[in-house]
């Protein structure tokens, strides 16, 4: 699990080309939207198209459960791990 994180993190930072962060700057649990991280709707839209191409998961922006999945590096993390399953 600890290996998807930091792997969620890079995908993070090379997505929405955060060149000021390191991996080790993104909390595990801590928000990604408004504080925390502070990443927009547009960052969560080019997020979740890196997502499904990387993880072959299939999002949908109306349901409950990807919007709690996005909270945090670790919410996506299990999200992404319960998919694949």
Do not use: C, R
């Not at 290996?3 to 595990?28: R, Y």
């Amino acid at each position: 699990m600890e290996n998807l994180h930091h792997d969620i993190k890079v995908l993070i930072i090379e997505v929405l080309n955060l060149e000021d962060i390191t991996p080790d700057d993104i909390e595990t649990e801590a928000p990604l939207f408004v504080e925390g991280l502070g990443l927009d709707s547009i960052d969560a839209l080019e997020l979740g198209l890196a997502i499904k191409k990387e993880y072959g998961i299939v999002l949908s922006a109306e349901s409950d459960e990807t919007k709690k999945a996005f909270y945090s590096v670790k919410t996506l993390a299990s999200f992404i791990l319960s998919q694949k399953q």
